[in-house]
């Protein structure tokens, strides 16, 4: 079995600063890795999703996640943040291995991210 | 692309009753669809994988019984909560793949369940 952990519960910042958010992983084979995000009284969507190649990826409205392989880890930034970036993140993982048992996603426990203005 | 829709988006109903959920591929084809539930605060857990043309397969600790999935068609699931109980009111999420080989999931906007 495989998890997934999200170290910070709550983060709390102004606009235009930095985020960096950290996501961890346990397993050791070929991973795909995703963050999705969730504004408040919204679905989740998909941020960014890396399975092969380059390891730092780039997604939508300016976020990045970089794979370090060593780390087992797919941390998620962004430069300058806004206000509206103010949502829930969650980072969640699959395996090729996986495959038989369905492709199931495991999920970390989510970041909730405020953004003050 | 790659849409999902979910209905209806709130239900309420008394306990003992059942309700069922549907969740939609709107632009695609998917034969598997997950569903997940989703309590305050907290992130989502798997409850099963819903396969067309043939059963779910459930997480541990989750009752085939309680929660019947059914996935008809390469664009439809439904997860019905029967006898439901005040205890299994949540937030009901599916997701649905669009292309197994990317195997990422699209999620739905969820179905909030208040049962009385």
């Known amino acids: 079995a495989q998890s997934v952990s999200q170290h910070n519960h709550h983060v709390i910042l102004s606009e235009a600063a930095s985020l960096e958010l950290g996501c961890n992983y346990s397993y050791g084979g070929t991973v795909n890795l995703f963050w999705y995000v969730q504004y408040p009284g919204q679905h989740l969507q998909l941020l960014l999703k890396?399975?092969?190649?380059?390891?730092l990826v780039k997604g939508i409205k300016g976020f990045e996640a970089e794979f370090i392989k060593s780390k087992f880890s797919f941390n998620l930034r962004k430069p300058s943040v806004q206000w509206s970036d103010t949502a829930e993140y969650f980072c969640a993982v699959t395996s090729p291995a996986f495959k038989a048992a369905g492709n199931k996603l495991t999920f970390g426990g989510g970041t909730r991210v405020l953004v003050k203005p | 692309g790659a849409v999902v829709s979910q209905h209806p988006s709130r239900v309420i109903c008394k306990s003992g009753t059942s309700v069922k959920i549907e969740c939609r591929s709107l632009?695609?084809?998917?034969?598997?669809m997950f569903w997940y539930r989703q309590f305050p605060k907290q992130s989502l857990m798997l409850m099963a994988t819903?396969?067309?043309?043939?059963?779910?397969?459930?997480e541990q600790g989750v009752e085939k019984d309680k929660f019947l999935i059914n996935h008809a068609s390469l664009t439809l699931s439904t997860l019905t909560v029967t006898s439901a109980h005040p205890e299994d009111s949540s937030f009901y999420i599916c997701?649905?793949?669009?292309?197994?080989?990317?195997?990422?999931?699209?999620f739905g906007p969820g179905t909030r369940l208040l049962v009385l």
């Open positions: 890396y399975f092969s190649g380059d390891p």
């Open positions: 819903s396969n067309e043309g043939s059963k779910a397969t459930y």
């Open positions: 997701s649905a793949i669009e292309d197994r080989e990317t195997e990422t999931q699209y």
């Open positions: 632009d695609f084809q998917a034969t598997t």
